[in-house]
């Protein structure tokens, strides 16, 4: 049995409040007043000119209302315009505690999502080298129901408590002057938005729960009833999960651009969520490993754990490229703003993360004797995770902030208070059961996997 | 100076022939070669084989052909006629970049893949009407055959060898 060690334990509490303190430190200083904004964009503007036009071009649904009204009174035209832009600045300043938090919430969430995948697959496949790491795996997917009805509370909060900071289809006024918007309002509509969420949330957390049952109860059975179980189990869940995967990635993340859309925005989404996870998987083990709590687990499975990092960065690369290159290629209109907004102001996130969820995965973990060596491993590790950090927040941030994103106290604080709580539910699931599978079928050829 | 005379000995079955080469190995004998039907997991390391370095070959190729395709589109379609072709900016490689990427992708895998398997063949020296040269027919089916150069002690060998489970062996003399 693992026990969860009171310094780690400390140090996820402390990354908890610390992050708290943050959070609400960002919340409190995103309300700016009319003439606080008015002030903040003369000083902007005395800088570096020309800000106005840059930031018009931000937000379409507040845009689009915009040029309505701009036709109705012509006469007040300069003035107005004054005043939706500042009222569209300070909107982007509210809303950026709320992002931050989200982005936050969602990475750490789509990680033990994707771990769930990972682990339903290697069931449903009856992989031969990984059963010595599923506690590991059913450790962090503990996380999945606590932090998927967090993302999903922020959502909604974002809708009814605060003023609609993430999602504007959620906003009466900007969907009575969107025609967009109101095509799609059979299925962007709150009501129907907290039931999917509901209904997704509550399939990947049966799946979880009825799983880590069987995998348990197979520790002291007499047969492998068990084992066929959750066998037949893991595989209606990933028919289950590729579905709800796809309207989550949806509804969660692409809905903050409710005019823009994407065939293959579920895949990317997973891609991002499955290559996360299975670097988690590594760095855990690693750590465990280290502590010596995982005697069983080899440089084998390391070895297979960093080929699976290797090769889903190469698929995410393939999914952004390809997502990206036809909407370039083809540079519809209706379909590019969502690249230019972020090519403009998002030059270093959105080109960075190629960097770092790519060219470097690709060459520190090309070599198989690297895949071997842990520090290298969890350096990769660490380089890919902040990258698909960075992807987050280049889905979320543009739609919300626009231009006035930046990587400080709030989105930090974010990523603190989320990992702390994360660490905390994961290290305590650990403790819950033996750290290795007894009386699984493939128990015996995973510990004695040799590659 | 090149032993003439060579033992062979002949085995039926994988395992005994893997312990028969730690064996062989642990009294310090030479091992000439061996001829197997199929791959043998593990007989590399047994013999003592150095790893193969063909993945760093292909992976030098595979970035000659990634130069390639980038200076090939770089000349044609940037510098020697930079047309314009339905809107594409064509005013620098970078700026068209992405819908060189294809191509680019293409070439290295291209150049990856063909140069290292031609490579494996001169290494392994492998060509139309090369001259088979298994030394018994059997070893393409079911045997297995264990090479050894004799130096004046073919009787110590051939009771080792015999020992180690081999169901046949020869003394072959390679002179003629």
Request: hydrophobic share 50%; net charge negative.
């Amino acid at each position: 049995m693992y026990t969860f060690s009171n310094k780690l334990k400390t140090s996820s509490i402390i990354l908890m409040v610390l992050g708290l303190l943050g959070v609400g430190y960002g919340f409190m200083t995103s309300h700016k007043s009319f003439e606080e904004v008015e002030h903040l964009i003369a000083s902007e503007g005395a800088h570096h000119g020309g800000g106005h036009d840059e930031a018009a071009a931000h937000a379409a649904p507040s845009h689009d209302a915009h040029a309505t009204d701009a036709h109705a009174d012509d006469a007040h035209n300069g003035a107005d315009a004054h005043k939706k832009h500042v009222e569209h600045v300070q909107h982007q300043i509210a809303n950026r505690p709320w992002s931050a938090l989200y982005v936050a919430a969602f990475f750490f969430m789509m990680i033990a999502l994707g771990v769930l995948a990972f682990y339903a697959i290697q069931i449903a496949s009856q992989a031969g080298w990984s059963p010595v790491l599923f506690r590991v795996m059913e450790g962090i997917t503990a996380y999945l129901l606590p932090g998927a009805l967090i993302v999903l509370a922020i959502a909604v909060a974002s809708g009814t408590i605060g003023h609609y900071n993430l999602f504007v289809w959620m906003d009466p006024e900007v969907v009575a002057h969107d025609k967009l918007i109101q095509g799609k309002s059979s299925f962007l509509n709150l009501p129907w938005f907290i039931i999917r969420g509901l209904v997704f949330i509550a399939g990947w957390s049966l799946y979880r729960h009825f799983s880590r049952k069987f995998s348990i109860a197979q520790d002291t059975a007499e047969d492998n009833s068990n084992f066929k179980k959750s066998f037949r189990i893991a595989a209606g869940f990933l028919v289950f999960f590729i579905y709800t995967e796809s309207m989550m990635s949806w509804d969660w993340i692409m809905s903050v651009d409710p005019h823009w859309f994407s065939t293959l925005f579920g895949w990317y989404v997973f891609a991002s969520m499955f290559v996360s996870g299975i670097t988690v998987i590594a760095l855990i083990t690693i750590y465990l490993k280290s502590r010596g709590h995982l005697e069983f687990v080899n440089e084998n499975h390391l070895h297979d754990v960093a080929k699976f990092m290797f090769a889903m960065s190469i698929f995410w690369t393939y999914l952004w490229f390809s997502q990206f290159m036809l909407i370039w290629y083809s540079n519809i209109p209706e379909e590019v703003t969502y690249f230019v907004s972020r090519f403009n102001d998002y030059k270093l996130p959105f080109l960075g993360m190629v960097v770092l969820n790519f060219v470097f995965p690709i060459l520190m973990l090309m070599n198989a004797d690297y895949k071997r060596i842990p520090w290298f491993v969890v350096m990769t590790g660490l380089v890919i995770l902040f990258g698909h950090y960075i992807d987050i927040f280049n889905m979320i941030m543009p739609a919300t902030v626009g231009d006035r994103w930046f990587i400080g106290i709030p989105e930090i604080s974010s990523i603190l208070l989320f990992a702390g709580l994360f660490i905390f539910v994961v290290f305590n699931a650990l403790t819950k059961a033996p750290l290795l599978v007894k009386r699984y079928p493939f128990k015996k050829e995973s510990e004695e996997f040799h590659y | 100076m090149e032993a003439s005379k060579v033992i062979h000995a002949i085995y039926n079955d994988d395992d005994i022939l893997m312990s028969a080469v730690k064996k062989v190995k642990a009294e310090r004998h030479h091992i000439e070669e061996i001829y197997t039907p199929f791959p043998v997991h593990g007989l590399d390391k047994a013999m003592g084989l150095a790893p193969t370095r063909i993945a760093i070959t292909s992976f030098m190729y595979g970035l000659v052909g990634l130069t390639v395709a980038i200076v090939m589109m770089n000349f044609i379609m940037i510098e020697d006629w930079p047309q314009n072709i339905g809107g594409k900016p064509s005013f620098s490689y970078l700026e068209n970049m992405p819908a060189f990427v294809p191509i680019m992708f293409e070439m290295t895998v291209f150049f990856a893949a063909h140069l290292m398997v031609i490579t494996f063949y001169l290494r392994s020296r492998m060509w139309p009407f090369k001259k088979a040269e298994n030394p018994d027919p059997r070893t393409t089916d079911d045997h297995f055959l264990m090479e050894i150069a004799v130096n004046g002690n073919e009787k110590e060998l051939e009771d080792l060898l015999k020992e180690t489970g081999a169901v046949e062996v020869n003394l072959i003399d390679k002179a003629h």
